[in-house]
C-alpha cells in the first residue's frame, strides 16, 4: 500500500495533473469544466444510458485518457457526475439499488494483452466494485475495431458472434448493466444483450460514458 503512494507520488511529480479544459493543477478535469461538459440525451437504443455528448473535444480527451493513455484516475475526478447520472438511470428504469450484476464489455486477449486493461472495468468499478462481475462475458474473435466503421449494419455484421457467456447460472433471471466507454449505433451492447438474455438473464440495460 505504501509502495503503491510513493508511486503515485513519483508519478504525479513526474506528470502533474492538469484540467483539460482549463488548466487548473491537481485535476485532470476540474468540477467547473466538469459542469460544462455536454450532457446527450439521444440514445441508439432506449435501454441503453450514455451520460455525454462524445461530439464535445474534452469528453473525447477523456475517453483518449482511458481507452489509451492509462490515466484511469480522471474517473476519480469524474466519479460523482458518474454516480449521481447513474443513479438517476436506476431510478428511471426501476432498477432496485445493489440488485443487479455490472457487466463490463469485455476485450480480446490480444487486445487486454496490448493494453494491459479493460477501460470498461475501470468504469464499472466507479459505480460499485462489489456489484461488478467480468467473469460472466468474453470476447472470443479479434474483429475490426468498431470505431474503424460507420456503417450501422456494417457494425452489427462485425460484432456478430464475437461474445460468449460463462457461469450462466450467475446471471439466471437476473437483472444486467452493460458497461463501456462509448456507445456509437449500439451495436456492441445490442450484440452483448442479445446473448446474455439468451442465456437466461432477466433484463439487461446498457450504461455507458458517452454517446
Known sequence: MLINKIYKKILLFLFPKKCIG???SDFWIC???IKNLPKIYSTP???IHPIF????KNVKKIIWFLKFNKKHSVL???ENEIIKEFDFFLEKNKIKKNDFVLIPIPITKRSLNKRGYNQSEFIAKTLNQDLVNSNILYKKTNHISQNKIKNKNERKNNIKNSFEVKNKNKIKNKVLILIDDVTTTGATILEARKILKNAGAKKVYGFTLAH
Open 31 to 33: 468540477e467547473k469544466c
Open 53 to 56: 455528448n462524445y461530439r464535445d
Open 76 to 78: 476519480e475526478d469524474l
Open 45 to 47: 437504443e432506449d435501454f
Open 22 to 24: 482549463c488548466g487548473l
